[in-house]
C-alpha cells in the first residue's frame, strides 16, 4: 500500500500562522483591526520568527473575547474554557444566546441578579446546547 505525500501547494493551518507555498503568514483580528506578516521561506528560522511574532502580538493586542466570562462563574459551572456562542453583557446583567430558526436569527438572553450568575450562565449554555443540535 503506498503512501501518498502532500501537495506542495496545500495551505495547512496552525493557530494564526498560515503555512503558504511561499512561507508563513501571521494574521490576526482584534478589536476591528486586522494585523498581517509574511515570513518568506518554508524553513525552520522563518517558523520560529511567525511564532515569535505571533506571541508578540498576542501579548499586545486586546483579548478576542470582550465580555470576558469570569473564572469564578467558569468554576462554578465545572468548565475551564467558556462556552462558544454564550455571551456575557455584564452592565445589563444577562447572558446572550444567538441561534437560528429556521431562516431567521434570534436571540435568547438569561438575566441574573444578585449571586445567581452561575446559574444564569449554565441555562445559557444548556439552551445552546439544545437550539444547535436539536435531538
Not at 12 to 34: D, H
Not at 73 to 92: D, E, N
Not at 120 to 132: C, D, G, K, N, T
Request: aromatic share 10%; hydrophobic share 35%.
Amino acid at each position: 500500500m503506498k503512501k501518498h505525500a502532500k501537495k506542495s501547494g496545500s495551505m495547512t493551518a496552525f493557530k494564526n500562522i498560515r503555512v503558504l507555498p511561499s512561507g508563513y503568514q501571521v494574521a490576526m483580528v482584534r478589536a476591528g483591526i486586522e494585523v498581517s506578516k509574511h515570513f518568506a521561506g518554508r524553513t525552520e528560522k522563518s517558523y520560529r520568527a511567525a511564532t515569535r511574532y505571533r506571541d508578540q502580538l498576542l501579548r499586545a493586542l486586546p483579548d478576542k473575547r470582550r465580555n470576558k466570562i469570569p473564572r469564578h462563574i467558569l468554576q462554578a459551572v465545572g468548565l475551564s474554557k467558556p462556552v462558544v456562542g454564550v455571551y456575557r453583557t455584564a452592565k445589563r446583567k444577562f447572558y446572550q444566546v444567538s441561534y437560528n430558526q429556521g431562516d431567521r436569527k434570534c436571540t435568547a438572553t438569561f438575566p441574573w441578579t444578585g449571586d445567581d450568575e452561575a446559574e444564569a450562565y449554565q441555562m445559557a449554555i444548556e439552551f445552546r446546547r439544545l437550539a444547535v443540535a436539536p435531538d
